[in-house]
């Protein structure tokens, strides 16, 4: 399993636009693990697009207590 391409848009800034357009055609994407476990939402939060992140979870990108590492942190 690798990083599909909402995985890579996450990545970094600036892609709000793009991941939302994908988000309506599929929004279960949102909950689709990467090549090393992590949401879509990991790596948005990780590249710190606020509007990304709230794309993500506005469309079930799971938040709260359901996001967590890979290995359960």
């Keep these: 399993m690798g ?5 890579d848009l996450c990545k ?3 892609n709000a636009g793009t991941v939302a357009a ?5 929004a279960g994407l949102a ?3 990467g090549k090393h476990g992590r949401l879509p ?6 590249s710190g697009d606020a509007a ?5 979870l506005a469309r079930g ?6 996001v967590a590492e ?4």
């Design 3 to 7: 990083d599909g391409r909402l995985h």
């Design 12 to 14: 970094e800034r600036g």
């Design 22 to 26: 994908l988000l309506l055609s599929d």
């Design 31 to 33: 909950l689709v693990p």
């Design 41 to 46: 939402l990991h790596y948005a939060c990780q």
């Design 52 to 56: 990304t992140v709230a794309l993500l």
């Design 61 to 66: 990108g799971r938040g709260g207590g359901d």
């Design 70 to 73: 890979p290995d359960g942190r």
